[in-house]
């Protein structure tokens, strides 16, 4: 049975604030208060191409750090691995360390007919099938974007003439689940996508007391996979060029909402 306490408040010191962190081997100073946190260690080569003067900090686990700056506005890039347990890790050890606003460019898969394979995805809140914000907080907690982080990639995404689509997501924690059910359940009520990381993200943000958003590239409908009870759990070729494209529009959108989002931190 799963177990968490009321008497816990996240927003006190943990003791490891500043320190040199065990799993992403940062220290304060390392990172900008803006992180970029993508589960792919591949996809931080892919956003860095895009910063000036882009160095890296650490790598240990398949959890690589890069600082650098981007128009001008010092900004950090730190991969997170596969899963809500693996991802958590990270997202809590760069809060002790200085960041303050973390942004997900990941990969998801649709839930709804109309999410196609290369659509771009911002969802402003996630059912929690995560794997580790039970520990956390009760099964009844939402999992909710920060809305300053929100409107920012909204607004960064209409600025690029790029088309968004936007809603209730789902993190799950079963990728290779055999049953057509575990994913039609979810499309009946009208969840529009899936990944493995983001309502852990959007928790462990809130109990920190920082902000947290996440932009998702659609690779595979696993809905349609399962339309007729037969399960297909392939995901193809993702070197694809719409795929690529839009995974190149998704990164350039959050990095540029990433920079509109230091005005936030002056409020804060």
Known sequence: MIVFSYQTDFRLPTGLEG???YHIQCSAGDIAPVV???GDQNRVSKIIKHMEKARKVAENRGLITYTGTYKGFTLSVT?????????SIVYEELINVGARILIRVGSIAGLQK????????????????DGVTNYYIPENFPAVVSPPVYWELMNAAEQMGVKVKTGIHWTHSYF????????????RVGIISMDMEASALFVIAHLRNV????????YANRFLQTENGVVDLSV???????????EEKAIIMTLNAAINLYRQLDKS
């Open 114 to 129: 109309d999410i196609n394979e290369g659509d771009i995805v911002v969802p402003y809140a996630c059912v929690r099938d």
């Open 79 to 87: 991969s997170t691995g596969m899963g809500g347990p693996s991802a």
């Open 19 to 21: 320190r040199k962190q």
């Open 211 to 218: 902000m947290a958003g996440f932009v998702g590239v659609c």
């Open 176 to 187: 290779y689940s055999r049953s057509a059910e575990y994913f039609q359940r979810w499309h």
């Open 36 to 38: 970029l946190v993508p």
């Open 236 to 246: 193809p070729d993702i070197n694809r060029s719409h795929i690529q494209n839009s």
